[in-house]
């Protein structure tokens, strides 16, 4: 059987309540508590988490560490995956930058480009490799992920070339949609996307689903 999309995408917030909650040394919580700070019924996050099993005791809530550290497991957070960034323009450049990058050990192992100017340069300590490089150093890097930052007429033959380098899946920034082959995951990122979500719900707001 399969996971609903939003309940990955809730589980990463639960997790992220969850890691303050213990920053705060906050030993227990509850679903009413977590559904408060998520924004959802606390009836759906008992549904969401049990896709996985059965977490906490009935009446007495969750404990914090033990489901904080059940959703990473489940999330694949437990162990590192290794990263490569495919176009190193504004936004490729912005992200090897980023200084949380590494807060859930994402490892960035890779930068290319194709473009002469770029392919040679240092790079938040990385050297901007040609794209011809991807294959070998997907392979003695071992990178599992790829994150496409290419212009959208670019992002397929970005994607060809990381399938074929060997990446488990690819974080697709491009604003367009990418053909893979179905074993590979494609999340997009697309702040455009959210901006226009954002424009309809302002001029809509009677439209927005109700929290229950
Ligand atoms: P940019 O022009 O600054 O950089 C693009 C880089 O890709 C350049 O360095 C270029 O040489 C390189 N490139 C071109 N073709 C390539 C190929 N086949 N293989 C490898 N590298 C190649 O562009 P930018 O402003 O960084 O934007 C990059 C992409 O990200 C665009 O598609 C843009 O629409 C998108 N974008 C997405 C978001 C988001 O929220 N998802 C936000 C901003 C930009």
Redesign the pocket.
């Known amino acids: 059987s399969t996971v609903p999309t939003a309940t990955i995408s809730r589980l990463v917030t639960y997790l992220r309540i969850l890691t303050q909650l213990e920053a705060q040394g906050i030993k227990k919580t509850s679903s009413e508590h977590l559904a408060d700070e998520a924004q959802v019924s606390a009836f759906q996050v008992r549904k969401d988490l049990a896709y996985f099993g059965r977490f906490g005791t009935r009446g007495a809530g969750y404990t914090v560490p033990t489901l904080r550290r059940e959703l990473r497991r489940i999330l694949g957070l437990t162990r590192s995956w290794s990263a490569a960034i495919?176009?190193?323009?504004?936004?490729?450049e912005a992200i090897a930058h980023y200084p949380n990058f590494g807060a859930y050990d994402f490892l960035l192992k890779g930068a290319?480009?194709?473009?002469p100017h770029?392919v040679g340069r240092e790079v938040a300590g990385l050297t901007v490799q040609h794209?011809d490089e991807l294959p070998r150093v997907v392979r003695e890097k071992g990178i599992d992920i790829g994150f496409i930052?290419?212009?959208?007429e670019?992002?397929q033959?970005?994607a060809d070339?990381l399938v074929r380098a060997g990446v488990k899946g690819i974080l697709n920034?491009?604003?367009t949609v990418i053909d893979v082959p179905k074993e590979i995951h494609v999340e997009p990122?697309?702040?455009?996307a959210g901006l226009k979500r954002l424009s309809f719900y302002i001029l809509n707001p009677q439209l927005r689903e109700e929290v229950a």
């Not at 495919?86 to 490729?92: F, I």
């Not at 990122?189 to 455009?192: I, K, M, P, Y």
């Open positions: 495919v176009g190193m323009g504004r936004l490729g290319f480009d194709i473009d770029k794209v930052t290419v212009p959208h670019a992002a033959d970005a070339a920034f491009a604003p990122v697309d702040f455009l």
